[in-house]
């Protein structure tokens, strides 16, 4: 019966919730409830890197284990990553490889090991490790018993990993890969809650028309995803970059004034006019875009005032187009119109 309640307990914690960190944690403790260890935790695969790290520790030096990595292949997590089997030892004196192991790490005073992948179809997504437990690990019951949890386990970083991916979808534009326009409004809302000043571009591709008509759509389509490429590197991590629509453009810069803001716009502004795009297409395009630039709160204290500002300084600026305009400031750049900014 005090088996049947942890799956309940469990099963409910997966129904009501998809806060992935809630969910371990109370299979985590049913199972420390359960089996006693001195120590436990949860690792999971960074695929980019190919290592485990924790993500849950629990007992001694479980401070110590955090942001610490450890290579697939490797030690007692690592081998159960690696190679997707379950290790039970519950005597680590009477096994040659881990009595070995344990003779070269006696820092880990490790005496009983069990370590389960937790896995989803064939791939690896962690391991749950228990060191030091108080029940006989050999049973079938009790190696039964955690192979659920695993299972349990699986299911919430699943959950987990779809619920992350369609919020991602939610504020994703799906051609350039940037921050969508409603994105855009949830994050200026917050901005201008915050009250911290903050710099508003708005870019407007010059004559992109001109590639859709004699290039194609499909074409036209992956400029717009190099240009977003070539934002998302030029604003860097600390700032957002969206696509506005069509081939709009926005770059949100926290916390800067009006002169960090111009000098951000102008170093996206010479970014876009020396980069080269479609060159994997044979066409090697050079664009230039119209910039506008305002400043939250001196150029407007509202999501909409600050929106309006950016853009029509951006409108002010494709009267020559390849420019900067600033409000306060008006065209920064000497330009005469150009016959045609989008050329092979």
């Not at 001195?38 to 999971?44: H, N, P």
């Not at 009477?94 to 005073?109: I, Q, V, Y």
């Not at 630039?293 to 204290?301: K, L, N, Q, R």
């Amino acid at each position: 019966m005090d088996h049947l309640r942890v799956f309940h307990d469990v099963a409910r914690a997966l129904t009501s919730s998809l806060e992935l960190e809630e969910i371990l944690g109370a299979i985590m403790d049913k199972m420390a409830q359960f089996f006693g260890p001195e120590r436990w935790s949860l690792l999971m695969v960074d695929d980019q890197t190919n290592e485990l790290f924790y993500a849950i520790a629990v007992g001694e030096n479980a401070e110590s284990l955090k942001g610490l990595r450890v290579p697939l292949g490797e030690g007692v997590a690592g081998w159960v990553a690696a190679s997707g089997n379950p290790l039970v030892v519950p005597d680590v004196s009477l096994d040659p490889h881990w009595s070995a192991f344990t003779r070269k790490h006696p820092d880990l005073n490790i005496h009983s090991i069990a370590c389960l992948p937790v896995r989803s179809g064939n791939k690896t997504l962690g391991v749950i490790q228990l060191l030091n437990s108080k029940l006989d690990l050999l049973s079938e019951y009790s190696i039964s018993f955690l192979r659920i949890l695993c299972d349990y386990a699986a299911i919430a970083i699943q959950n987990a990993r779809s619920m992350t991916l369609i919020q991602e979808l939610t504020i994703t534009d799906d051609v350039t890969g940037l921050f969508n326009a409603r994105h855009l409004y949830s994050m200026l809302d917050e901005q201008v809650r915050v009250g911290e000043p903050f710099s508003l571009m708005f870019l407007d591709l010059d004559r992109f028309k001109s590639v859709n008509d004699t290039h194609g759509h499909l074409i036209g389509s992956r400029l717009l995803a190099e240009v977003g490429g070539l934002l998302k590197r030029a604003v860097g991590p600390a700032n957002s970059a969206f696509r506005y629509g069509g081939d709009e453009f926005v770059a949100l810069f926290p916390g800067m004034e009006k002169s960090d803001g111009i000098a951000a716009t102008m170093a996206v502004y010479q970014n876009l006019r020396t980069a080269r795009f479609l060159e994997g297409a044979g066409l090697s395009l050079r664009l230039s875009g119209s910039f506008g630039v305002a400043t939250f709160p001196i150029d407007g204290d509202t999501v909409a005032s600050i929106l309006r500002a950016a853009d029509t300084m951006m409108y002010e600026a494709k009267t020559t187009r390849d420019n900067v305009a600033v409000v306060g400031k008006g065209l920064l750049l000497e330009r005469v119109a150009m016959a045609g900014s989008v050329r092979d």
